[in-house]
């Protein structure tokens, strides 16, 4: 791994963003970094825009990611991918969930769902890599399972050895809910 | 999330705040739950060790910590910054008795307000009652700092103020445990010149707070948790809490001094640091507390003109001081926000809040509200909500409101039942006494939900699991002397707007009281509350979108279209918890049960 690694993670309340940077921050720590996670509770289940901070390095002071310098963000959704795109750095990663989630204010006049969030992602970042996670963890069989793949494609900038993820996931779920998403671990993994 | 061989875990400073209980022997913690402080006796309700429980507020939550600490016991009472407003009683006279087992009052704040109606600084209540302010930078300082303020606790007779922010109770970072330190309770001794504040004893036991700050001060002089990093000699900075890591970050080579205790100072040791700088800066969040000492104590320095006192802190803040004060330049791109459409909180699905404000409001009354998830009623497209101040005003104000007689044909304050049971008894009471014409609705779904689903003492559970009172509302109101109190099921739109429209126009005292349970929590209830989903008929929709008006996260548009081209509404079948409000507002029946 670099250095140092600022990695965020965002999409919407009840979406599992917190398991996620837990279990990254799990692996991160296994592979004997220092590791700072931020996020605020209060309205995360009621639908609201919920982001995580991952900060991993050698020594972290800031639990917060600075504007502009994430190395990784991975939004769960589409127009959370534009909503967040300017804490990344110019030559930083995006991974995106193409699964939209239109809020119920859009059938107000006032506001408006972005037509192509991920195009507008796209001009502004270099590196964008989009999968339909959703649709993917339900050929697998569940579709709990998207954020795993999610993982599994930020996995491999990350360069944490597989071994340690994999470990992690064994210790964290049961023995069942292990396999599948080891299996989804690795079809994240495995994209180009 | 722990690696064993070592015992480094990863914790918020929540969960630090636990762990710091058990290690350093707490007997007795309480709380009332509040964001951001909530998790820590959710997390210490899980050690048998230490008995914990939520109280009805934070005034009570106190008083149980303080008794505890009068009998010995190693004693702590979380709440959030508001919280102490209500606490502020005891939390002040106290000082006057000291804490002979130790205590530690954690105020949880909220800088840039979260989940708060203010950002309030609670560090001037510790000067305020002559208390040392203890504040951490993270997770582990959070735990360490536990047993320190144990330790100046009962060595000093004195209560502790320990400071903590969102970010800091919400942020996780690496945190070494170790085993349990056992200490024991001695038991009360009695003392009425201590315990009793009396005039006549309080006036020696000022005379004793005193001697007892000065002591402080100098303990503040000598303490390791006021530490000086020494770095460069032309810029000197004086930090704490969640700033301190924003300075290390943005200006690694400055020299700091690190305040672990930002009340009482070290005035003397900041004096000698001021002289060994060129140019002293104060770095804290909120208001210029620190600044403010320093300056009284002519002790030159700059701190509010580069950093605000409004708000969070962030590294591009402390960054941007930085740049106003001269020290760095600019040297980085700009970052351009994109503006994308706002995701506000709503009700859950199931919530039974919606059908209640939902007939309400067609009745167009003023509603003076309260503290809870009903607050969020006040946004459209339900726009029902008037007043919110603070826990348990929905009724005082809603009596003020009807004495002055100005506008308003119908007054009507809406309470949630861990809210009423709080602090809005006492306001019903005086409804009573003044024979006040007003509705107040109890809007009891049996859970404090806001902050996550924690029991009170209407759930029937205490924190930890075991049974507690199951308060009944409706024979509490009868007993304080309410004639007129109506149940109504929130989740029948006609049946309740009809009981409401007959009280409103009573022009008696009323209380209707809600008998839905909270969809969310406990979740052992969401199996209870959840009946067949609804769906939309395409056949039938004709795009009218007054489902909407629900405001349910569970209805969206669909990508179907009525003939004359008007989108269709869908209902997620997954989200959906077959409450049949959308159902009973759709003009032409489009809305039904899946069978």
Redesign the interface.
């Known amino acids: 791994m670099k250095q140092k690694m600022d990695i965020l993670i965002v999409g919407?309340g009840g979406q599992g963003i917190l398991f996620a940077s837990?279990l990254l921050?799990?692996v991160a720590?296994?592979a004997g970094y220092?590791?700072?996670?931020?996020?605020?509770?209060?309205?995360a289940?009621?639908?609201?825009?919920v982001s995580s901070h991952v900060r991993i390095g050698k020594k972290?002071?800031?639990?917060?990611?600075?504007?502009?310098k994430a190395d990784i963000l991975l939004a769960f959704e589409p127009?959370?991918a534009?909503?967040w795109?300017?804490?990344l750095k110019?030559d930083g990663f995006v991974v995106i969930d193409e699964k939209r989630l239109?809020?119920?204010?859009?059938?107000?006049k006032a506001?408006?769902?972005?037509d192509e969030?991920i195009e507008?992602v796209r001009k502004r970042i270099l590196h964008v890599q989009s999968i339909n996670a959703a649709k993917r963890a339900e050929e697998l069989g569940d579709s709990r399972v998207a954020n795993t793949i999610l993982l599994g494609i930020l996995s491999k900038p990350l360069g944490i050895a597989e071994s340690i993820w994999e470990g992690t996931i064994k210790e964290r779920l049961s023995k069942d809910s292990a396999a599948i998403n080891i299996k989804a671990f690795q079809l994240g993994r495995n994209q180009t | 999330m722990s690696d064993k061989k070592n015992n480094t875990i990863l914790l918020s400073g929540n969960e630090a705040v636990a762990r710091g209980c058990y290690e350093f022997g707490i007997h007795v913690a309480t709380a009332y739950p509040g964001t951001p402080s909530t998790e820590i006796l959710e997390n210490i309700s899980q050690y048998p060790e230490i008995y914990s429980e939520w109280s009805p507020n934070e005034k009570v939550a106190f008083e149980v910590a303080m008794g505890a600490t009068f009998q010995g016991a190693r004693s702590l009472v979380a709440m959030k910054h508001v919280g102490l407003n209500v606490a502020a009683d005891p939390f002040m006279s106290m000082s006057l008795i000291g804490a002979p087992g130790g205590l530690i009052v954690v105020s949880a704040d909220d800088p840039g307000m979260h989940s708060s109606q203010n950002e309030q600084d609670n560090r001037y209540y510790a000067k305020f009652a002559g208390y040392p302010c203890i504040e951490p930078s993270d997770s582990q300082e959070v735990k360490d700092l536990i047993g320190v303020s144990l330790n100046i606790s009962t060595q000093f007779d004195v209560p502790v103020l320990f400071r903590m922010t969102t970010r800091i109770c919400h942020s996780k970072t690496i945190v070494h445990i170790s085993k349990r330190q056992e200490y024991a309770i001695k038991g009360f001794e009695k003392n009425p010149k201590k315990f009793v504040v009396l005039p006549a004893h309080a006036r020696v036991r000022h005379v004793w707070a005193a001697e007892r700050l000065q002591k402080l001060q100098e303990f503040s002089e000598k303490t390791d948790i006021n530490r000086i990093e020494i770095e460069n000699s032309d810029i000197g900075i004086i930090t704490n809490g969640i700033a301190y890591q924003y300075v290390k970050e943005i200006l690694p080579n400055a020299s700091v001094f690190k305040l672990g205790m930002s009340y009482p100072l070290p005035i003397k040791k900041i004096r000698s640091f001021a002289g060994s700088v060129k140019r002293l800066l104060v770095i804290e969040e909120l208001e210029p507390f620190i600044e403010e000492q320093l300056k009284t104590n002519a002790i030159q320095c700059e701190g509010k003109t580069y950093w605000t006192n409004l708000g969070e802190l962030s590294p591009e803040i402390v960054e941007n001081g930085f740049i106003k004060a001269g020290i760095i330049k600019k040297n980085r791109f700009s970052t351009v926000k994109e503006e994308v459409i706002p995701r506000p909180p709503i009700f859950c699905p199931g919530c039974p809040h919606r059908g209640l404000y939902y007939a309400l409001r067609k009745l167009k009354p003023v509603i003076t509200t309260d503290i809870g998830c009903y607050t969020l009623g006040v946004l459209p497209p339900l726009e029902a909500g008037d007043t919110c101040v603070e826990m348990g005003a929905s009724i005082g104000v809603a009596v003020g409101m009807a004495k002055a007689k100005g506008s308003g044909k119908y007054i009507v304050a809406t309470i949630g039942d861990s809210t009423f049971l709080h602090s809005g008894l006492t306001g019903l009471l005086n409804a009573v006494n003044d024979n006040a014409g007003i509705t107040i609705i109890i809007l009891d779904n049996r859970i404090t939900a806001m902050t996550g689903g924690q029991h009170h003492p209407g759930t029937g559970k205490n924190l930890t699991g075991s049974k507690g009172l199951k308060a009944d509302l409706a024979k509490i109101c009868q007993a304080l002397g309410v004639k007129r109190i109506k149940v109504v099921d929130p989740y029948r739109i006609e049946e309740t707007k009809a009981v409401l429209k007959e009280e409103l126009n009573s022009n008696e005292l009323s209380v209707v009281i809600t008998n839905r349970p909270c969809a969310l929590y406990p979740p052992e209830m969401r199996k209870m509350v959840r009946q067949k989903p609804f769906r939309v008929d395409p056949d039938r929709c004709i795009g009218c979108h007054t489902c909407f008006k629900v405001s349910c996260p569970a209805i969206s548009e669909s990508d179907q279209k009525t003939k004359k081209g008007l989108t269709q509404s869908r209902i997620d079948p997954v989200l959906c918890t077959g409450c049949s409000v959308c159902a009973q507002v759709c003009p032409v029946e489009a809305i039904r049960q899946v069978k």
């Not at chain 1, 289940?45 to 825009?49: A, S, Y």
């Not at chain 1, 506001?111 to 972005?114: A, F, G, K, T, V």
């Open positions: 919407v837990e921050s799990e720590i296994k220092d590791v700072k996670k931020s996020e605020v509770h209060g309205m289940q009621r639908g609201g825009v972290i002071y800031s639990p917060l990611i600075q504007e502009g127009a959370e534009l909503r795109v300017h804490f110019k239109v809020p119920p204010i859009a059938s107000q506001y408006h769902y972005p969030p507008s």
